[in-house]
């Protein structure tokens, strides 16, 4: 007996074009908003929240809700929900709240040398405190989430070399992390774990993210087994407004041990800024580091590690060409110093023979 038929039916041909019909007319409009905004557009992310919002006026009107910004940016962000006063201070971030907070802290910063060339714009005054924002997860899991304010008003801040540091020196968070055993290790640690620093003005209600997502270096120490993953930002800074600009690096150091059951606990989490000339500026001179990066250039398509490690390899390679090309300066500087001594004292002896 042959099989049945499995073709459709006239009917139900009929009935699948009118339904395809029906479909194909149907317009986002169609859709009821409470449906979109509570079933749609809460599963969205924020970037793709902001792409949705420019596809119609209906998602552009709620896609702007002030509710579901603030949800994005708690899921995103979660150290932004500890801490009371940085709530309030997301929601009211100019010009849109919780949008305006997310546009101007997910983006990398853009290195731009052009700009610290450019006429400068009256800038706020310095920030009497810092607050940061920090939030560390390994394979979208959240292993570390901190909340800190620095003030900035006081000499000892001003003169003493820039550090933020999150962790006291016997503090250790625990992870549910295998410790790094070789250097494959490292290299997979540097594709799963991802950073986020945001540092907030609260005056200001500026904000900037000074990770550069994933890591542009993970080093193990060989002798005491210890990971340290580095991630950076690199920012073009006009130290002699307009004579010439300077790359700095905000750089931030995770540093990780191993348990005795063999997680990995973190140890150290702080930012510092180092100059072209590895020296490390001082809380003075950062703010000034800062103030760029709160009005700097954000990059507009995605956060991909590639980009923040190809501008640290690049600051690197400068730092060496600098490096050199002082070398070969100050060599030259000696040769004229030893010439001249030489010429000096064989003048001398001319002198007492002809004497």
Sequence with gaps: MA??????????????AAASDVGASTTISAVHPDILSTHILTLLDGPTLASASCASSTLHALSSDHRLWSH???????????????????????????????????????SDPTAAQKPHRPSPPPPPELISAVDIHYRGNLIFSKVQETETVTGWFRCSPFRVDLLDPKDVVMTPIQHP??????????????????????????????SSYKPVHVQRHWLTGEVQVRYSSILAVDHNKGS?????????VVTCGGSEGGEMQVREVSLQAEDMDGMHLNGKDSLVVLQTAFEGKRLKRGRSGEVGRKRYEDFLAKKRERRERKARTEGRLDMMCVAFGVSIFAAFWIFVLCT
């Excluded at 201070?89 to 709240?97: A, K, V, Y």
């Design 181 to 210: 055993d070789g250097d494959d290790t490292c290299r997979e640690l540097s594709n799963d774990l991802s950073l986020s620093w945001i540092l907030i003005d609260p005056i200001g209600r500026r904000a900037v993210n000074l």
């Design 72 to 110: 994005i940016c708690q899921s995103t962000w979660p150290s932004t929900t500890t801490d009371p006063r940085l709530l309030h201070l997301i929601s009211g971030f100019p010009p849109t709240g919780p949008r305006s907070f997310f546009s101007s802290s997910f983006p990398l910063l853009l």
């Design 244 to 252: 010439s600009s300077e790359f700095v690096q905000c750089g931030i």
């Design 3 to 16: 099989p049945p038929s499995t073709s459709p039916t006239p009917t139900g041909t009929i009935a699948g």
